[in-house]
């Protein structure tokens, strides 16, 4: 049974620390997806990749975050220097088509 | 805006039915999506729907009417296990939006 893998599942750590937080997407799937859910937010799209080219990052801060897919069976989400605010359950996702997204289990990080 | 609207709470008893309402704008849409989340868990999908009509998949079916910018999750012969919140989506253009979700409490 194939599923998206997600580490660290979670992550405390104290503001300014960088933090990276990594998935696998399912083997085939060509597009990958980092979302961020809050209580206040609800589930917000940080950025969206296609056969591993960013399509998408409009929903990231710029100055802090990074997301990068360095080979296909590896995202990555960085966030550096990390703030409270960041503090939040990160999931990755892939799928065969935007549409249709399967979800890790994701990382609950927490920004001392 | 707000791009995606459904209803924050819903309750409903063991063994009846409900359904989940889900309404959005129309520009750039493609399809409309649902997903299910327990407590600590990640959002599952359920299904998606691009065309009008209902989707049936076991207890869940799903509809949608384009026309009316509109769908709807339904549950049947609900469990407690269904008890989670439930999000609708949308693909607009090249992004997929997230509605806030829909508390579904079962009582027994």
């Known amino acids: 049974d194939a599923r998206v893998t997600q580490t660290p599942r979670h992550k405390v750590t104290e503001m300014g620390q960088e933090v990276t937080m990594r998935c696998q997407p399912i083997?085939?799937?060509?597009?990958v997806f980092w979302y961020r859910q809050t209580m206040m937010q609800g589930l917000e799209l940080l950025a969206y990749f296609r056969n591993r080219a960013p399509l998408d990052d409009s929903g990231m801060p710029k100055d802090r975050f990074s997301a990068e897919m360095p080979d296909a069976t590896l995202a990555t989400l960085k966030i550096q220097p990390s703030e409270p605010r960041d503090s939040a359950v990160y999931f990755c996702?892939?799928?065969?088509?935007?549409?249709?997204?399967?979800f890790g289990p994701g990382t609950r990080l927490l920004v001392l | 805006g707000q791009s995606l609207e459904q209803p924050s709470e819903v309750t409903a008893v063991e063994g009846a039915i409900v359904q989940i309402n889900c309404t959005y704008q129309t520009s750039g849409f493609y399809g409309l999506s649902w997903y299910q989340q327990h407590d600590g868990g990640a959002p599952t999908f359920l299904s998606y729907n691009a065309l009008d009509g209902l989707e049936e998949t076991g207890r869940f079916s799903s509809f949608l009417s384009r026309s009316d910018s509109y769908g709807y999750l339904l549950l049947q012969e609900l469990q407690m296990k269904d008890s989670a919140s439930y999000f609708c989506?949308?693909?607009?253009?090249?992004?997929?939006?997230f509605g806030k979700g829909t508390r579904l409490h079962i009582l027994p």
């Open positions: 989506a949308v693909r607009r253009d090249d992004k997929i939006i």
């Open positions: 996702a892939s799928g065969p088509t935007r549409e249709t997204q399967y």
């Open positions: 083997l085939g799937h060509n597009t």
